[in-house]
Nanobody, 122 residues
Framework: VQLQASGGGLVQAGGSLRLSCAASGRTFAKYGMAWFRQAPGKEREFVSAITWFGGSTNYADSVKGRFTISRDNAKNTAYLQMNSLKPEDTAVYYC????????????????WGQGTLVTVSS
């Protein structure tokens, strides 16, 4: 599976962005999908995950109630809708695919996209 993340950009605090993760290959629907982010000088951290069928999701406490993960298996695409953005959400966002359910562990994801930069100004 090859992943391509897009949708990042510059937004003011309180604004919204929608990230997309387009996958190649016919096996996309078999994988759980997740979003991670990495801020400058910090380690990569878990943001959200969704099961292969989209029935269950998981969120980091820092984004609960503001971010929504979804997927469209017919389009081989996963999404991250980000609302009420804060300056501390500034980071490079990565999508990932794996077979460990809603795990937050980086090492459980086998495939990674190249990242898309989100910058939130105050």
């Amino acid at each position: 599976v090859q992943l391509q993340a897009s949708g990042g950009g510059l937004v003011q605090a309180g604004g919204s962005l929608r990230l997309s993760c387009a996958a190649s290959g016919r096996t996309f629907a078999k994988y759980g999908m997740a979003w991670f982010r990495q801020a400058p000088g910090k380690e990569r951290e878990f943001v959200s995950a969704i099961t292969w069928f989209g029935g269950s999701t998981n969120y980091a406490d820092s984004v609960k109630g503001r971010f929504t993960i979804s997927r469209d298996n017919a389009k081989n695409t996963a999404y991250l809708q980000m609302n009420s953005l804060k300056p501390e959400d500034t980071a490079v966002y990565y999508c990932a695919a794996g077979n460990y359910g809603l795990t937050t562990m980086i090492q459980h994801y086998d495939y990674w996209g190249q990242g898309t930069l989100v910058t939130v100004s105050s």
